[in-house]
């Protein structure tokens, strides 16, 4: 059975191997030639992020925050309905034969859907991959079956317990390709170094992912990791040093930090913020938006009952994003590494250079110190109250 997708954009082409999960994508093709130059964005999303939740059980039972993780989409909370079946099945046809992968998510466990098996099926008849992040907290041996069966890869969530493990091995035992997503904020990064030195993480897994904590949902602003933590230096010396233990992955939000830390990092591994570029989200409630993080004020969200899913990816909301990622840093030798980090959480952007942000078109404004040093609040105070735009 032919695992390899080849999808011909204006100006470069990608591939994708639907077994092995390897993608590739060309430079910017002139008169026949790849310039090495990198294309911006896909015509339609490559890979969406489709949230399937409305809830927690792992959440409500107050076990996020036991384990030190202050959820992003305020699982401990929130008690809203999941996604309807027939709204999943919409988008996974309109997606037919133009995107690649789904990770499903959402406000819960994608595995505790209702329709989960269903959901999956849907997946593979489209010719869609579909994979998802879990707690593993009702990983069951059936479902870890249902998931070699379907999925290219699921990640669980390091809660440090007992049925973190067990979810890993079932999963592992059942043939699937298992990741650990790993949240670091300035209370985890030490025992993520010292995992990283002892080798405290299962072997099973295929490799450990970690992502900033950023402040949306229950995250708190004075959890976040700096630029100037030493431990997340000395974890970003691990990743690079070519003998880890493990494979290592960073959520492309990490980007900025580790260009300025990247020693024997490959700069050409990297890739920065996807959203409105090569993916979306959308919520159980059918508002597509360039990122998840962006699902408290939907500043960049459309509403997928009155438009199609390509009308949302062409739409001024994802332009308006778009714009914030080809505009930023312009002075900067390394903006087209990063494009300045993150639109919607400016104040995660771990950088030591010295940002500009100005007021919108047609207002005035004055360059001032980077949002880590000033705060967003003092931002928002010099642009009198209007929000920054990362330029």
Known sequence: MRTLKIRKEKNFISLFDEKTGHYLRTGII???????????????PELLDVGIMGHCIHGQAGLCIKAG????????????????????????????????????GGCGDPDQHEHFREILEICRMTGIVPNFTSSGYGITEELAALCSQYCGAV????????????????????????????????????????????HRFPDEINALVFLLHKPVGLGKEENMITGENIKFRELISLAGSGNPGYKIGFDSCTV?????????????????????RWSAYISPYLKMMPCSFDNEDMRWAVDLRSHTIKEAWMSSEFEDFRSRLKMSCPECTERDLCMGGCPIRPEIVLCDKKYQYTANKGDTFEPIADVAEKGIEKVKTILNGKEPVLV
């Not at 996974?92 to 990770?103: L, M, N, S, V």
């Not at 035992?173 to 990741?179: M, P, R, S």
């Not at 949240?183 to 025992?191: R, S």
């Not at 830390?261 to 409105?276: F, K, Y």
Request: aromatic content about 12%; hydrophobic content about 35%; charged content about 20%.
């Open 256 to 276: 900025p930090a580790l260009i300025h830390n990247s020693r024997n990092i490959d700069l050409n591994s990297l890739d920065t913020c996807e959203g409105a």
């Open 30 to 44: 002139e008169n026949g030639r790849e310039t090495g130059a990198d294309p911006f964005a896909a015509s339609f």
């Open 155 to 198: 990640a669980i969530s390091w809660y440090r317990s007992e049925y973190t493990l067990r979810a890993i091995k079932r999963l592992a035992d059942a043939g699937v390709k298992t990741n650990i997503h790993y949240v670091l904020n300035k209370y985890t990064v030490d025992e993520a170094v010292d995992g990283l030195i002892f």
């Open 69 to 104: 993780i202050e959820c992003y989409q305020g699982g401990s909370y929130k008690k809203n309905s999941n996604m309807a079946l027939a709204d999943f099945e919409s988008i996974a046809k309109q997606c037919q034969g133009k995107t690649y992968q789904f990770a499903l």
